[in-house]
Each structure stands twice: as C-alpha cells, then as structure tokens.
C-alpha cells in the first residue's frame, strides 16, 4: 500500500483512556492508523475526569487539538434542531473552534484523507471534499438506537427519540452518499442501515471490534475483590449509558430473586464508572455498585459468572470480548451473542428471558470445573477470531494514495 502522509480523524469523545465501548475502538484505530501515517486529531471532551489523560493522549498524538463540551449547556443548545431540522445529536457537538481547527489544519497541511469516528464528526469533514475523501466509521446505527430508545420512555422523551431517529438516519444516508467508504460493526448493523437505505448498497462495509488479549488475561498474581465464599456474578459497562441502566435494573428485578433462590451466597456485582441515580438505587445487600474501578479486570477474572443481560444494545459490546478474553464464559441476550458470533461451546452462552438467564448460569453456579473449561474454550475464541489488526485493516484499501486520487476524480465529475 502507498502511504499516505496525513490523515485528519476526527473523534466525538477523547480516545483515551480505552475503558469504555466507542473510546476502546477509537483508541485502536487511532494506533492502526498511526502504524503509516501522521494522524491529525480532533476531538472533545465531554466528561471532566478525561482531563487528566490529555498530556498522555498529546504524548500519543502530538497533532491533537481539543474542544470541551458542557453536557447540560450543549443538550439545551442542541434543541435548536428542533428549529433548524437538524438531529439534535449534530447540534450537540457543533463547535466553532473545532471547525477553525480544521479550516487551519487543511490550510496548513496537504491532508489526503479524512476519518470520521461516529456521524456527529461528518460535519466537520463534509466541507473538505471533495479535496479531501471521507471515510466514515459509523459503528453502530445510531438512528436504530434513538428509535429503540423511544418505547422505554414517556412522552415527550418518547417523541423526541422518535424524531431523532428519523433525523439522523436521513444524515447517516446522505453522509455515506458523499463517503468514500463507511463501515459499521457488524454484519448486523450494517444490513440493518441497507434496509434503511437500500441506495448504499455497495458503499459500506462491516468492521469489526477486536480485544486487546494481552492485556487482557488472567493474572495469579492479581488481587480477588470478592468476599470468601460468595457467589459473584459480574457486569461491567459505563453506567450512565441507557442500555446498560436498563440491563442491569432488568437483572436485579427479574433475574437475581430466581438465582438467590437457589444459590444464596450468588451476589450481582455492577462494575463500572458513573452510576446514575437508578443504578446506585439498586444497591443492596446482594447487590454491589462500584462506580469507578482502577482496572476491571480482577472482577473478570474472579467472577463465577458474566452477564450481558442488555435488551437495548447496538453492534458487539467490547464488555463480552474482554471478558472471554479474561477466560470467562458470558451468557448475553441473542442480539449481542449472534454480534459477537461465538458458539456456547465457545464460551458464550445466549439467554433472553429471565428463565434463560437462569438455566444458562446454573452450569457455572454450580461447577466450577465447568465455567473453567468454558473459559479456555472462550479465550481460544477472541485469539483466533478477535485481533484489532485483522479487523482494522479492512480500512487500508482506502487510504492509500491511489484511492484518494480516485475518489477526487470521481467528485470532480459529480
């Protein structure tokens, strides 16, 4: 492949550190696409503890500028959409600054390509072409998910995610339109916006997540979190994100009454950093919240089971992969099982109902021999099947030089 010499990739949320589901794939193709070329990088932060990583990240990237996002005065301003007709999410992350940033960036530098992390960025490159091809990393079908979240809320909330969804997907189409290439997560995601947008057809593709399985193995040397002879059973996730509040308060509600029944000493563990309001109400006896932890993967590595009981989820949740990757079995709803596309006899064990949940955990309640053996098989899985460089190099193609050329000759001629 030709080098490239400068690529502008533009980030919605600060990719460091990697310790929740969008930043740990950001993070990872910021690192791929720094193995051939220089990467300029714009991004936000939008929440206060990621300040203290910033000189880590400028270590990283030398060429990163960053805008800040107050969450509550950016919601209230990214109601203007609902004035102008624009998604209230393009709204939201609209700065001046970033887009000073990037006329400058372009001004000073001969950038040949630009990468797009998640469809609130697209704003930023779109006026670059058709100078400068877009590439645009979706991920998942974000329209899908505000839909999604629609029915699990009361009116208005419930209207304005319904109108959202509608927004958004009309960007998304016109986004992977003018796009030199556009990639979601999966095969799911990416025949769900075909579906949607069945114009598309032939300009995206799926890439996949990967996990880090160096850093993620178990340790004998590492610390048990756990108290003596209880039963854990672990999630962890970022828990102020909706799907994630809505699975473990599912879990607690429906799942954890049948298992204490029959496994007394089981106790639900809820790892993970800023726990809303609902999620801290779930604390109890039998049930821990640890809002933020130094390293997640002691509670992998100890737990008697893994559970991503998620009813409201989009695309493969990096939570399974790192836990197969600790040598830990998961039992997960169908939708993120099929996203992941292990077998049970690879660990990964698919429930959708309480009853489910139940029986899918009873083998790993009940011997521990069994949840081990499952784990290895687990591991196998994500060593073989599961590498970031496997599943980010489906984006060289169209970085090299020649594409780029290509790609401008084709706009010219629009």
Known sequence: MTAVSNILYLVHRLPYPPNKGDKVRSYHLLRHLQKSHRVFLGTFIDDPEDEVYLSVLQAICPDLHVERIDARSAKIRSLSGLVTGDALTLAYYRNAGMQRW????????????????????????????????????????????????APAHRWPLSMLYRLEGRRLLAYERAMVA????????????????????????????????????????????????????????????????????????????????RLRARWPLARFYIVGRSPSSQVRA??????????????????????????????????IQNKILEAMSMQQPVVAVSSCADAVGAAAGQGLLRADTPEEFVEALQPLLESPYNASALGRQARRYVEQDCSWQAHLSGIDSCLSSQSATNQRKVSAHV
């Open 102 to 149: 990037v006329a400058q960036t372009m001004a000073e530098h001969s950038l040949q390509v630009s990468v797009v992390f998640s469809s609130a960025m697209a704003q930023y490159a779109q006026p670059l072409l058709p100078q400068v091809p877009m590439l645009v990393d979706f991920v998942d079908v974000d329209s899908a998910k505000w839909t999604q979240y």
């Open 178 to 257: 003018v796009a030199r290439r556009s990639y979601f997560v999966t095969p799911h995601e990416t025949a769900l916006f075909l579906s949607q947008a069945p114009e598309c057809l032939g300009r995206v593709q799926s890439m996949g997540n990967g996990v880090d399985t160096d850093f993620f193995k178990p340790d004998p040397e590492r610390l048990n979190p756990f108290q003596a002879g209880e039963q854990a059973i672990v999630f962890t996730g970022a828990m102020d994100y909706w799907p994630n509040i809505d699975g473990v308060s599912w879990f607690v509600a429906d799942m954890l009454p």
């Open 282 to 315: 779930l604390a109890c006896e039998h049930v821990v919240v640890t809002g933020t932890v130094p390293d997640v993967r002691p509670y992998l590595q100890y737990a008697s089971a893994v559970v991503a009981p998620l009813r409201v989820a989009r695309g």
